[in-house]
């Protein structure tokens, strides 16, 4: 079994027309998403084998937050191709990764994020599916358990949907 996290960066500033996508810094309301969620995980004793974060700009200030509340800190890349990616893109990264780990935590962007979880989970979590048919707004994560041994075993429907979490709730 894997167990993947993910997590939408939270609140950006507005885009600029002066300033490239991808540079966009957290906005307050951000940096108070981001808090909310590092206490959320640092409470719950979230451990991670690595993350995944986009280069962006807000998806790297978002893993810093979680990271910096962490007890225990952890690897993190920061692939290109994560950057605004679809689920195409997200789902072919997952299945390369190394089998000796078994929980990730992936920071990104919707639709992308959103897409993948509803593929990945299928209809296999009634409740959770509801809310993961909704937006997934800023700052909010999902977290998934895959019924599969390797990463390249990832594909529709084999995982369940356990949890979503937004800012300022508690992670069971």
């Not at 507005?14 to 951000?30: F, H, I, K, N």
């Not at 808090?35 to 084998?49: G, H, K, N, T, Y």
Request: charged share 25%; aromatic share 2%.
């Amino acid at each position: 079994m894997k167990r993947l996290t993910l997590l939408r960066h939270a609140d950006a500033i507005a885009a600029r027309l002066d300033q490239a996508d991808a540079e966009r810094p957290l906005s307050a309301r951000g940096r108070s998403e981001a808090s909310a969620q590092a206490r959320a995980l640092a409470e719950a004793d979230f451990q991670v084998d690595l993350v995944l974060c986009s280069p962006a700009r807000r998806a790297r200030e978002t893993q810093e937050a979680l990271r910096a509340a962490s007890a225990r800190p952890w690897p993190a890349r920061f692939p290109e191709p994560l950057y605004l990616a679809t689920p195409t893109t997200l789902l072919a990264t997952l299945q390369d990764l190394p089998d000796a780990l078994s929980a990730v935590l992936v920071v990104g962007h919707n639709p992308g994020l959103h897409e993948l979880a509803r593929t990945l989970a299928g209809s296999t979590a009634p409740e959770a599916a509801v809310r993961a048919s909704q937006v997934l707004s800023t700052g909010t994560l999902m977290r998934l358990r895959c019924d599969v041994a390797r990463w390249s075993e990832l594909a529709p429907a084999c995982a369940r949907l356990c949890r979503v979490v937004k800012p300022g709730e508690r992670i069971a």
